[in-house]
């Protein structure tokens, strides 16, 4: 089940998608990296982030809500402890790029022109971390130039995440115009549990809400990945949101996904991907 | 994940012993846990720690308190379930072996130090595997267990009336958050010498996903994979 | 467990949400309407709509998709046939309004202002109908208008309805400062379920995708209401999604609703609204 | 909703007769329907038409081709279910009661002519209760069906080589679009004798959501409401 995008190789559609895979490093314990498709990076920001306190993790049905707050050592660590290990992976790394501002994201890109990282996926969309209140992705003015000038300054593919907030026809359109060369959707909807025997705090995480994954939000994925690949039939997307078994990644496929993304699947088993990839 | 047979089952109110039987032996050691899923659901699978492994059998000791626990509960002889792990780093490659260790375990917190008296007792001074009823007793037959009912005092008050006892020992405790904050409150000195088995809300329970998180004096570490346990010194339990 | 809301009191928390209870007549064959905190009509528009081919209901699990296109026979025939029961009720009827621009809006408010009716909703948010190919709120000019005229041509209580598509706080902020009383929360957002088994067109749906409703969009929905409230505490919201039982009525009051509507419950059984009345 | 209990169930491969028995009578007549659900899941109700109703006991023919009924097939006696109904207008309150009517259902199609078959033998000319594969007889052991695979053709084709069986006799088909479609193909001047059970996804069941459109000659009716059974040239089943 080979597959090309823009010119690329993917041995098969399958990418452990960012986040729940840590930086690779941690998964080599349970898998073989080098059978997958591509590997995202968990998103990499410029300066270090701490993480959010605990909880970080809410069990729901068929899912789980993640507060993690985009914990990560920050992007010097990142090219001196991970870089190097991702280049000798025989797998297409695709490399996650969060930032607060256009200098952030364009300093990072440009850092990582000469590796062998092979894609660039820019996170606008995660659902825990704020920029004074809102995420990028509000920001219309501010999204498009972080697009604009980051597709200027490499020659690797560039992807736009996207969420199902904000209006995503408009963004994608904007993403799209503005050079992106495809679209990773979606990234975690928010969303909120209640515990009605936790008193003081029902909300449980401190933001009172977090990002939801898992099979609970494949119809909501599916039908963006619709809707996008309606009005942009050769834009590549690559899809995820709840893929746990190949039916799922066959859906996906038929949907207008070019890669399939395994996030949420991980943390349910780490060796998931590879029994899909088996199947398949 | 390895399918895992339930070949025994004791359950008292909302306590329970679990014992499975995997296709090989698991190799996990003292301290360690294993992450248990359904086959039927597609919801996250949630941590457990290993009270017993004998030949290709796992013992589990597990509290019902909310829909994961209450549906290992309704499980029967001969029903399947879905294990992987070990995870976690033993009690014995973090602890001083030079010491010797009260064991205070709180509730089903008691269970990897079952384990660990069960394979270290030359490493144990006393223990504590502390339960509010007494009615656990009657799935632990063979186990000395602290009952607060019976005795009228939780083991941390029991300990401070008897100090003594703390003297030149180390304290390895394995509970709630709510218990070790009472025990370093009352014995705030003994954060030097003590070990403390955390629980954190589990995703992967593999290191991967950044989901359990403690702050320690070297940075924000990950339960699952830098511990469970760690030094009580070395972790702030008020992080928010 | 009687509420009050701006002025108006409501026996219990519990209404009928707009759509799966039709206009009543069809629902007090299975129910007393007057044991209902509220019941919320069908969307109105000014012109009947004939609504979507079939299929119409695509069932997944936990929840349903939905492409029902806002079927209904127009407003004159609701003022007609339907108004002077509604008016008989004995509980708070709640005027569901959609409408394709201001004009259609206001005249259907004016009409309403002398009834029995307690409250308008504006229905900006149907996953189901397009206004040349987007919905309203994807224009904010035109959303601001037709809120700030509707406010100003009634003295009942005037709620907006939205979805989690568009950015929630910014379409928040705008209905309350541009004169709504209150924000009805969540409409059903948009998802798409592949049948690999049907070559020819595994959407199913002729529009590729439709409104997702169910117990599968509580977290997302309480994630909005708790949003929501946090950045105005003192407005009243109208919260919904997923609501199947008595615990969820509680989770969603301590999220942050006031009332709570009942929508895909009610298709599971008409009885239900009720029956939980009963254990609250 | 009401519970009811699985008194019997006759499997064979993908068909199978479900009788449950209900605290009171349903008091259905033929071509009404009632939705089905699990106690244990939040997923919509499903529709199935009574075959038959004595006492308090309901009887239902199903196929099994997905989830729903997948599920329903491995119920086993005992097993709860929740039912509530009945919905839709009888046959009998539809048709002109002064003809004699053949009786053309498709597979499952055929449980609510059986219903009618039985309670109304003197307004039955003929029937076709058809079925591709013999094996279901053997659940359905006191009916004569028509076998598609013995007799060597569909049902549409046995009568368009037997037209006049049609004559002065009018029709009640029940089945697939596919079914009704082929039967109108080859006999368009039916339509007007004819009246159709439709099958159409359901949400509610009762009218209240519009999820079961069928465009007729006086606007979008609901399935479950003002049908199932309609009068043939009244529908449009071609609408898209
Ligand atoms: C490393 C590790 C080892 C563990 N070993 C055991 C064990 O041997 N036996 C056992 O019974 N349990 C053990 N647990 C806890 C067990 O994982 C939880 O009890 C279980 O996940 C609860 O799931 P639930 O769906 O039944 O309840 P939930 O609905 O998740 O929780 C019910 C209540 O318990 C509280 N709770 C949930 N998880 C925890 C937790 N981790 N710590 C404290 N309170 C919690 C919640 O706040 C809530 O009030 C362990 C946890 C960890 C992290
Ligand atoms: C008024 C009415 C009466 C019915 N009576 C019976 C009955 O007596 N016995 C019985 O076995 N079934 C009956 N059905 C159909 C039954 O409701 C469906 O077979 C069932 O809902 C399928 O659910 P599922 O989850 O098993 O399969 P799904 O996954 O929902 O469907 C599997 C396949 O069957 C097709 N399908 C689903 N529903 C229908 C339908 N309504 N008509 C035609 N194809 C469909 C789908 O397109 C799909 O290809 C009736 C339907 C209606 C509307
Ligand atoms: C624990 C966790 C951490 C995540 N971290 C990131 C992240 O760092 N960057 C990102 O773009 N998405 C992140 N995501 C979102 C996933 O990449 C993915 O978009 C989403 O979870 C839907 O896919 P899934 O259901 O397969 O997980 C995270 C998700 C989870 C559950
Ligand atoms: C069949 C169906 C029809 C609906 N029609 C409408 C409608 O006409 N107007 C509207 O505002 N919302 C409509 N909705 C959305 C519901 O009012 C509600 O916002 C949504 O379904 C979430 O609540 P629930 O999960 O309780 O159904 C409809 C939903 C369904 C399932
Ligand atoms: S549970 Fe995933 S890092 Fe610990
Ligand atoms: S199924 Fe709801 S109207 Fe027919």
């Given at each position: 089940?080979?597959?090309?995008v823009?010119?690329?190789?993917f041995?098969n559609?399958?990418i452990i998608?960012?986040?729940p895979?840590g930086?690779g490093?941690?998964l080599?314990?349970?898998?073989?990296?080098?059978?997958?498709?591509?590997?995202?990076?968990?998103?990499?920001?410029?300066?270090?982030?701490?993480?959010?306190?605990?909880?970080?993790i809410i069990?729901i049905?068929?899912?789980v809500?993640?507060?993690?707050?985009?914990?990560n050592?920050g992007?010097e660590s990142?090219?001196k402890?991970?870089?190097?290990f991702l280049e000798?992976?025989?797998?297409?790394?695709i490399?996650?790029?969060g930032?607060?501002?256009?200098?952030?994201?364009?300093?990072m890109?440009?850092s990582?022109?000469h590796?062998?990282?092979?894609m660039?996926?820019?996170?606008?969309?995660c659902?825990?971390v704020?920029k004074?209140?809102?995420?990028?992705?509000n920001d219309l003015?501010?999204t498009?130039e972080i697009i604009r000038?980051a597709?200027?300054?490499?020659?690797k593919?560039l992807?736009?995440?996207?969420?199902?907030e904000?209006n995503l026809?408009q963004?994608?359109?904007?993403?799209i115009?503005?050079?992106a060369d495809?679209?990773?959707l979606?990234?975690?909807p928010?969303?909120?549990?209640?515990?009605?025997?936790n008193?003081?705090?029902?909300?449980?995480l401190?933001?009172?809400?977090?990002?939801?994954?898992?099979?609970?939000i494949?119809?909501?994925?599916?039908?963006?990945?619709?809707r996008?690949?309606?009005?942009?039939?050769?834009v590549?997307i690559i899809?995820m949101?709840?893929?746990?078994?190949?039916?799922d990644?066959?859906?996906?496929?038929?949907?207008?996904?070019?890669?399939?993304?395994i996030?949420y699947?991980v943390?349910?088993?780490?060796?998931?991907p590879i029994n899909?990839i088996?199947?398949? | 994940?390895?399918?895992?047979?339930v070949v025994?089952k004791?359950?008292i109110?909302d306590y329970?012993?679990?014992?499975?039987?995997?296709k090989?032996p698991f190799n996990?050691q003292?301290g360690q846990?294993?992450?248990i899923?359904?086959?039927d659901?597609f919801?996250?699978p949630k941590p457990?720690?290993?009270?017993d492994?004998k030949?290709?059998?796992?013992?589990?000791?597990?509290k019902n308190v909310?829909?994961?626990?209450?549906?290992l509960?309704?499980?029967?002889?001969?029903?399947?379930?879905?294990?992987?792990g070990?995870y976690?780093i033993?009690?014995?490659?973090?602890?001083d072996l030079?010491?010797?260790?009260?064991?205070?375990?709180?509730?089903?917190?008691?269970a990897p130090?079952?384990?660990?008296l069960?394979e270290?007792?030359?490493?144990?001074?006393e223990t504590f595997?502390?339960f509010k009823?007494?009615?656990?007793?009657s799935i632990l037959p063979d186990?000395?267990l602290?009952?607060?009912?019976?005795?009228?005092?939780t083991p941390?008050?029991f300990?401070?009336?008897?100090?003594?006892?703390?003297e030149?020992s180390?304290m390895?405790l394995?509970?709630?958050?709510?218990?070790?904050k009472?025990?370093?409150d009352?014995?705030?000195y003994?954060k030097?010498?003590s070990?403390?088995?955390?629980?954190?809300?589990?995703?992967?329970?593999?290191?991967l996903c950044?989901?359990?998180p403690?702050q320690?004096?070297?940075?924000?570490?990950m339960?699952?994979?830098?511990?469970p346990?760690?030094?009580a010194n070395?972790?702030?339990?008020?992080?928010?």
């Amino acid at each position: 089940m080979e597959v090309d995008v823009l010119g690329i190789k993917f041995k098969n559609p399958i990418i452990i998608a960012s986040g729940p895979g840590g930086n690779g490093k941690e998964l080599i314990d349970y898998i073989d990296l080098s059978q997958l498709g591509g590997f995202t990076t968990k998103t990499i920001t410029f300066k270090p982030k701490i993480g959010n306190p605990p909880p970080r993790i809410i069990n729901i049905k068929n899912g789980v809500i993640n507060s993690i707050g985009l914990e990560n050592s920050g992007f010097e660590s990142f090219l001196k402890d991970d870089v190097p290990f991702l280049e000798e992976l025989d797998t297409n790394v695709i490399a996650s790029i969060g930032g607060y501002n256009t200098e952030e994201f364009c300093y990072m890109i440009k850092s990582l022109n000469h590796t062998n990282i092979k894609m660039f996926e820019l996170n606008l969309s995660c659902p825990n971390v704020d920029k004074g209140g809102d995420t990028i992705l509000n920001d219309l003015r501010e999204t498009k130039e972080i697009i604009r000038r980051a597709s200027k300054i490499t020659q690797k593919p560039l992807f736009v995440k996207l969420g199902i907030e904000g209006n995503l026809e408009q963004l994608a359109k904007l993403a799209i115009e503005n050079g992106a060369d495809g679209l990773v959707l979606i990234n975690a909807p928010k969303g909120t549990k209640i515990n009605l025997k936790n008193e003081s705090n029902p909300e449980e995480l401190l933001r009172g809400y977090g990002g939801v994954s898992g099979p609970i939000i494949k119809p909501l994925a599916l039908g963006c990945i619709y809707r996008v690949k309606n009005i942009f039939p050769n834009v590549p997307i690559i899809g995820m949101g709840g893929v746990v078994c190949k039916a799922d990644v066959l859906e996906f496929l038929k949907a207008g996904a070019t890669l399939v993304g395994i996030g949420y699947g991980v943390m349910m088993d780490p060796e998931l991907p590879i029994n899909i990839i088996r199947e398949l | 994940m390895e399918l895992a047979k339930v070949v025994e089952k004791k359950i008292i109110k909302d306590y329970f012993v679990l014992k499975v039987e995997t296709k090989g032996p698991f190799n996990s050691q003292p301290g360690q846990f294993v992450m248990i899923n359904f086959l039927d659901t597609f919801n996250l699978p949630k941590p457990f720690s290993v009270m017993d492994e004998k030949g290709n059998y796992l013992t589990f000791l597990i509290k019902n308190v909310g829909p994961f626990t209450e549906k290992l509960a309704t499980l029967k002889y001969g029903d399947f379930l879905l294990i992987r792990g070990p995870y976690g780093i033993p009690i014995r490659n973090k602890i001083d072996l030079t010491k010797k260790y009260i064991l205070l375990g709180g509730g089903c917190g008691s269970a990897p130090l079952i384990y660990f008296l069960k394979e270290y007792p030359l490493l144990v001074k006393e223990t504590f595997f502390s339960f509010k009823e007494s009615y656990v007793q009657s799935i632990l037959p063979d186990l000395k267990l602290f009952i607060d009912d019976n005795i009228g005092k939780t083991p941390v008050e029991f300990l401070f009336q008897n100090k003594e006892k703390l003297e030149n020992s180390g304290m390895i405790l394995c509970g709630s958050k709510g218990l070790l904050k009472s025990f370093f409150d009352v014995f705030p000195y003994m954060k030097d010498w003590s070990y403390v088995s955390l629980e954190e809300n589990m995703g992967c329970g593999t290191g991967l996903c950044k989901g359990c998180p403690v702050q320690t004096v070297e940075g924000v570490k990950m339960v699952c994979k830098d511990g469970p346990i760690f030094k009580a010194n070395e972790v702030n339990l008020e992080w928010k």
